[in-house]
Structures are given as structure tokens and as C-alpha cells.
């Protein structure tokens, strides 16, 4: 049976007594509404922290199109994204810059070292390219700084990759350029090419979404019967899930292209305040889950571009990538949807003669 003041319909929400045990009720009603506000925040918040430019989902593909000379192995991180050279142990090498200046050079003893006052270290900062702050050219005194010390460095090479937009269709190769070596004292040149590739099928993003459409409403249902403790298994789920695509994506490239932290801060963050939902009930517990579905939204969010794109930057399979961002986004739409409206109708409930249902549980 239901009791009256139990919200939007929602099975035993209400609230307490009178006096003491009401304003408890309301307390603890007020300060799950702040939970959910702070939650959201700082995970809206979080992103800003990340690297500026890391390796993102692209179209494009560059290829190494040149025998690489002895001492050195070259690679492109992301499908098009980062240049990384790694010299050998002993070996001297220097890499001139877009105007021939001075800008990397590697030292036989391992340090790496980069030139800030050259106009190919702040045209780099950023994929897309960056402006140049005054006074800086060719010609500025050498500033190195010491950026690594195991012998290897990627950056952004304009040279490896294309800038602006696309001329020709998916398959034609779109951009071509030549990074210039100096290894030992001896020239030599590295070629690129990089190709225009078809986008990626919808079919795993769409199928993830169809799942996490078919959990997110199990879990709504969950919710309708007052059964919290699954709709958070549910969302756990997807949390774990997520959880380890982020994981596999952050370790799956170098440090030094700076892989954002939210990759599994977020669907972590997520996995805990659900799990948490097994000791706190009632509005908190509420709160909790609306706070883990809000982060597996902007989680999910934030990887929107690598639904279709051909290449992510990533050691998973890419449908598989693509079928869990599309499915824990989905299911956290549900479950922060779910919750918001329980924790809404417990709010707004006025205090009547009868504990709350799970208060009355965590008492006992």
C-alpha cells in the first residue's frame, strides 16, 4: 500500500515524523540535492583538466612512405595525430623545425631536448596549429628544455599530417611532407603520406545503443518497484564496462602525448558512487545514482566523435569501443533520469506520521 506524501507515485518515499525527525528528513533531503549539484559539477568540471590536444578519433591515416635511416624508430601515434622519434642508445639526432631552426634534438646519453623558443614549438602545441607569440622566429636565442630522458619524444608534426580541410574523396591520399634528420652528423629524410578513410560502420554504436536502451529501461522499471539496489547494478554494469575501455585507451598510449585522465576517472567515479548505494538508501542513495549517471553521460559524451570515426586512439577493437560508449551513455541517461525523479518526489514529500521506508531499514 502506498502512503500518502510518497511523492510522484513513487513506492515508499516518505517522510518522517514530526519535530526532530523531520527536520533530520529534510537535512538529509537537502543535502542529497547538494550531492547531486557538487557531483555534477565536478564532473563537468573534470575534462578541463585534461591534456589540451590528445589523440582524438580521425578519418585520416598517416603512413611512413621512406626506409627510416638507421638510429632511429618512427611512428605515428593516433592514426595522424603525434610524430614519436625514438633515437637509439648513443646516437646524436636533430630535428629541424618547419623554418629549418633548431627543434628537437636527442642526446647519445638518452635526454631529449626541445627548442621553446623555436616558432615549431607553438605552432605544434596544437593539432589544428597555434598562434605565434610576439617576438618569436627562426632567429630567437635558443631555448632548450630537457623533455625526456628514455630516448624517445612525439609531438605534433605538421609535416605527418593534413591540415585544413579535405580536397578529393575517402581513399585518395589528402597530404604529403618530409620530416628532416640529422643523425650522427649524417642527413637524412623521413616521408609521409596521409589518406582519407571511409567513415566507420553505425552498426556497433547503433546496437549499443539498442542495448543500453533495453538495460536503462530494466532499470527504470527497477526504480518504479522500489528497487534501487538493481537499477544500481544495472548502471554498474555499464560503469565497469566503461571503466575498462577508458582504461585500455589510457594505457594504450605513451605519457607523453598526455591521454586525459577522464578517459576512467569518469566511469570510476560512476562505479563507486553505485557501489556505495549497497550501504545508503533513500535519498542518498538517489543521489548517488543520479551523480554515477551524469558521469557516464559526459564520459559517453565526450567520446560522440569516435562513434563513426575510422581510426580511434586506442589498443580496444574499435566496434567493440564503440558499441560500450554508446551503450553506457544510454544507460546513463536512464539511470540519472530514473533517480532524479525519485530524489525529486522524496524532496518535495512533506513530513507525515510514518518513517521512511529505508530509513527504517538502515536504523534496523
Given at each position: ?118 616558432p615549431s614549438y607553438w605552432i605544434s602545441q596544437s593539432k589544428d596549429g597555434a598562434s605565434l607569440p610576439a617576438g618569436v622566429s627562426a632567429d630567437s636565442p635558443v631555448e632548450w628544455v630537457t623533455v625526456a ?216
Open positions: 500500500m502506498q502512503v500518502p506524501g510518497s511523492g510522484w507515485g513513487w513506492p515508499g518515499r516518505v517522510g518522517r515524523t514530526r519535530g526532530t525527525l523531520g527536520m533530520v528528513s529534510w537535512s538529509r533531503r537537502w543535502l542529497a540535492a547538494v550531492g547531486v549539484v557538487m557531483g555534477v559539477a565536478g564532473a563537468v568540471a573534470s575534462p578541463v583538466v585534461a591534456w589540451a590536444d590528445p589523440p582524438g578519433p580521425t578519418d585520416f591515416r598517416t603512413t611512413i612512405v621512406t626506409d627510416v635511416p638507421a638510429g632511429i624508430t618512427v611512428a605515428i601515434l593516433g592514426g595522424d595525430s603525434f610524430l614519436q622519434v625514438t633515437a637509439d642508445p648513443g646516437v646524436a639526432v636533430s630535428v629541424a623545425g618547419y623554418q629549418g631552426e633548431p627543434f628537437v634534438e636527442y642526446l647519445p646519453d638518452g635526454d631529449v631536448r626541445e627548442n621553446r623558443a623555436s630522458s628514455d630516448g624517445s619524444y612525439a609531438w605534433h608534426d605538421h609535416r605527418t599530417h593534413l591540415m585544413g580541410a579535405p580536397v578529393g574523396a575517402p581513399g585518395d591520399v589528402v597530404a604529403r611532407g618530409d620530416v628532416p634528420f640529422v643523425i650522427d652528423g649524417a642527413e637524412s629524410v623521413v616521408s609521409f603520406e596521409t589518406t582519407w578513410l571511409p567513415a566507420a560502420s553505425p552498426l556497433p554504436a547503433i546496437v549499443g545503443a539498442i542495448a543500453g536502451l533495453a538495460a536503462a529501461a530494466w532499470a527504470a522499471v527497477s526504480y518504479r518497484r522500489g528497487q534501487a539496489t538493481a537499477a544500481a547494478a544495472v548502471g554498474g554494469a555499464a560503469a565497469a564496462a566503461a571503466l575498462a575501455i577508458g582504461l585500455t585507451q589510457f594505457v594504450s598510449l605513451p605519457r607523453v602525448v598526455g591521454a586525459p585522465w577522464t578517459l576512467w576517472v569518469l566511469p570510476l567515479t560512476a562505479l563507486v558512487a553505485l557501489a556505495a548505494t549497497s550501504r545508503w538508501r533513500g535519498p542518498t542513495a538517489d543521489a548517488l545514482c543520479a551523480v554515477a549517471g551524469v558521469e557516464l553521460v559526459l564520459w559517453a559524451l565526450a567520446r560522440r566523435s569516435g562513434l563513426t570515426a575510422a581510426i580511434l586512439p586506442t589498443d580496444t577493437p574499435f566496434w567493440l569501443d564503440r558499441a560500450i560508449t554508446a551503450f553506457a551513455g544510454v544507460v546513463g541517461v536512464g539511470l540519472a533520469a530514473s533517480a532524479l525523479v525519485a530524489l525529486v518526489a522524496t524532496i518535495t514529500a512533506p513530513p507525515s506520521g510514518l518513517p521512511h521506508r529505508d530509513d527504517a531499514l538502515t536504523a534496523s
